[in-house]
């Protein structure tokens, strides 16, 4: 959200809805991007909101609509009324027409069904049966359609006369008489070359494509792999249906992004759409609860452990100086494999096929970490630790104590790693999102091991 | 990387390889897409790399090239002699070949550049100057240029002559006779107009651009943010210098999500570029054992306490099992909300000015947090823990001991949940990433608080 001064013309819409100033509202509505305008639709009161739709009228809404987040959908159609409302969901590209649709409730879909034509009535009906997160889901059908036997004349003639329900012309596709996708052209090719030229010598193959039911993710990565600006999907016999726009990846690819990073932190649920202040404290706490109370009982087992274990403990509290790290040092080793091993899953870097190599590589990073992570505290115990305890525990010696220290947390970092990065695969193996393995409760599990490998390790080395 | 099969062509090309069959491998390299061929490349060994590279030519090449990780560029060039690198490096678009010569040796590049023709030597120069993570350092230059008094057949034949050099026609620019930006047309206005249109009456104003010296991620977010195919790049006179298209900012944010959710893992150091597999064990030990090493120090300071404390744990051994609960809340509630005010940072959702808005919402949610696992830990203290053991402490009650727990757990939540948000906001203040505050490294502080609120607050409610 941009910061508020008195020069940008946000502040000057602010400063005329306070002023109730239609005229001035509208002038200034007109200046700024429909992205802006939602932003600040976002933190208006309900009356402001109405004073804003009624000036700026339903042409100008239309795209603001569109942009909100799920959530404020329904309460923005409701500042039309039922002739306006006909225009603002006529005026809708198809694909964002669907996505609201599938926010409103049933009797409004009914109602708002009933201000469509029956051309955007069927249209949106064929869309909203595929599923949300599909390729299908996601496409606008307002794409170019030309065929190979027109000339580049005649392909102008039709995009030019579609041109106003065509989301993109950066590429236009060539189907064959059954509708099938047949190849695609650029626009500067029908610019550069003579109208008499026709369309099947110059039309490209269209090797990149998706079918409807594909996942929106992965149709997401294809445009970003192959730098495309859209992508044609299809149905199972190769009817072109539609296409999916970069602006659609990068929003899809965002979302995905940020829902992982959630995912990893331990937070649950949808993302709200809204930004993170207009989220309430309500629903950040919905968000966060479950998975705290749940970890805060798996950890009564690491704490049943260490309560068992206190018979260790009485004869050498010294034990309790490293309790800590052994157990954290887990946590985190396994957090990072695991990140590591979500984030290229997720950028379709790995696959579950390639389970053995990862774990076998994380094995190898785990050893290599754990003993560094050994050496370096057997150091400290066995040099540095005596400086300020000059007196060593009776039972046993300083350097024993490294070595059992040192034996523990290589243990406890070699099977945190490995875990963390098996686990998201194991995942993804099994139709899960690898990102349900968060961090924390990576972190809750390898506490419980980190606890018993402590102790076993301190008790057998140390005689205790 | 797609998975193999037969089936496919970049498996075709495996076998050509294996078979030393040139022209086998040639006809299969024309079919696949550069993308693919340049993860091909990253799995092959030295000499099946020289086949492809002098099999393909360097007209092929030249895409494959630009899209390898850095780490790859300057061993992939040297399979080239050099009259074939000067076809290489001219074919190449001006940003890719800036990134390129970024990457490679100082010699390298002096050798590079005696290879260039003057214009393109002159050109990479000038790009060299930019910060590479700035918007002057991603641009092309590559952009239909056209002016105001031109008609509509003038400019199509401008931008016909230039279409080779010209990466992208989805909006061309119209500058002033100084050079400086004037306004912007999309390519179908002027295949749908007639010849004779001034530009001028066709043009629209080009209100989005962005200085070259700007952070490469805010221009990014501003193309995402605004729905564009292509952000121009001003310098501070106005002058057009190029454009970022909406494939750099696809990439840009998604290596910005990479290396936040890596830093918020606990993984240092400059991403590789190289897929995880093809990352070494070494490298991958290298990004991770700084943290895993220092944040094990750190939780020396966790067992100190403890230690410390050992003589009310002597007292009461039952307080172990819920220490591991308490010190671990604090961790994942910070972790929680650290994510949430990271990921809203870098969105652009959040910025430091609103810091005491974000302090307020992350102390309520905390609260509430607390109050909750301070109330379900009570009630299974109170009511659950008898059932098990039915020998109370001697010197307390269950019930004072669920007090004492859930008052712990209660205030280690919400401090660390305030902290969890607070230091994101001031890292940013200072300049510094917000993603510095790593998940383990914020859980290695609270570790240290949590112990000493737990041991405190049972010592003061039990009176040990």
Redesign the interface.
């Known amino acids: ?1 941009p ?1 508020d001064d008195d020069e940008n013309p946000i502040s000057e819409i602010r400063r005329a809805i306070a002023a109730n100033d239609g005229s001035a509202l509208l002038a200034a509505a007109e200046n700024v ?1 429909y ?1 802006d305008l939602a932003d600040l639709y976002e933190h208006l009161e309900d009356d402001e909101r109405d004073f804003l739709f009624k000036t700026i009228g339903p042409e100008l809404a239309t795209d603001v609509v569109a942009e909100l987040p799920d959530s404020l959908i329904e309460e923005s159609l409701s500042h039309f009324k039922p002739a306006q409302l006909r225009v603002l969901l006529g005026n809708l590209s198809d694909d964002d027409r669907v996505d609201i649709f599938q926010v409103v409730s049933e009797e409004e879909q009914v109602r708002f069904f009933s201000l469509l034509g029956p051309r955007d009535r069927e249209l949106t009906k064929s869309l909203l049966k595929y599923d949300e997160d599909s390729a299908g889901g996601r496409m606008t059908t307002q794409v170019g359609r030309i065929t190979a036997d027109m000339t580049v004349k005649q392909a ?1 003639a039709v ?2 006369r579609d ?1 106003e329900d065509t989301e993109t ?2 590429r236009i596709f060539v189907i064959d008489e059954q509708g099938r996708l047949a190849g695609k052209v650029r ?2 090719d ?3 070359n003579t109208w008499d030229t026709p369309i099947r010598d110059i039309l490209d193959d269209a ?2 494509f998706t079918l409807a039911t594909a996942d929106q993710e992965d149709a997401a990565r294809m ?5 495309l ?1 859209v992508l044609p999907v299809v149905d199972e016999f190769h009817h072109l249906l539609g296409v999916i726009t ?2 659609d ?3 899809i ?2 979302e995905e ?2 829902e ?3 995912k ?4 649950g649920g949808e993302q709200t759409e809204l ?3 207009n989220t309430s ?1 309500a629903i ?2 919905r968000r ?2 479950i ?3 749940g ?3 798996v ?2 087992l ?3 452990v ?2 068992r274990f ?1 018979g260790v ?2 004869k050498a ?2 034990l ?6 052994v ?3 887990g ?3 396994g ?2 494999a ?4 979500i ?2 899953l997720a ?5 579950t ?2 389970a053995l ?2 774990a076998w ?1 994380e094995a ?2 785990g050893i ?2 754990g003993v ?2 050994g050496i ?2 057997a150091g ?1 115990i066995a040099v540095i630790l005596p400086q300020f305890h000059p007196e060593a525990p009776t039972t046993f010696s300083f350097l024993k104590l490294s070595f059992a220290v040192a034996t523990a ?1 290589t243990l406890q ?1 070699l099977s945190a790693t490995t875990l963390g990065a098996l686990l998201p695969i194991t995942a993804r193996a099994i139709k899960l999102d690898p990102a349900v393995v968060s ?2 409760s990576l ?2 599990i390898v ?1 419980v091991s980190g ?1 018993l490998i402590y102790f076993g390790t301190a008790a057998a080395i140390l005689g205790l």
């Open positions: 959200m910061e991007h992205a102008l995009l030019r041109r012309l950066a626009l500067r029908l610019a550069f090797d990149e445009l970003s792999r192959y730098d600006v970069y602006d990846a990068l929003e690819l965002q992004s940020t992982d990073m959630e990893l932190g331990g937070i930004t993170y202040l404290a950040h706490y966060r609860v998975w705290l109370v970890l805060a009982f950890s009564i690491s704490g049943y260490m309560f206190s403990l009485e509290f010294v309790s100086l490293f309790l800590p790290m157990v954290a040092a946590g985190n080793a957090g990072q695991a990140t590591m091993v984030r290229a950028l379709g870097e790995i696959g096929g390639t190599r990862i590589k190898r990073v290599f970490l560094t992570l370096s505290i400290f947390i970092v961090a924390p972190a809750s506490d606890m």
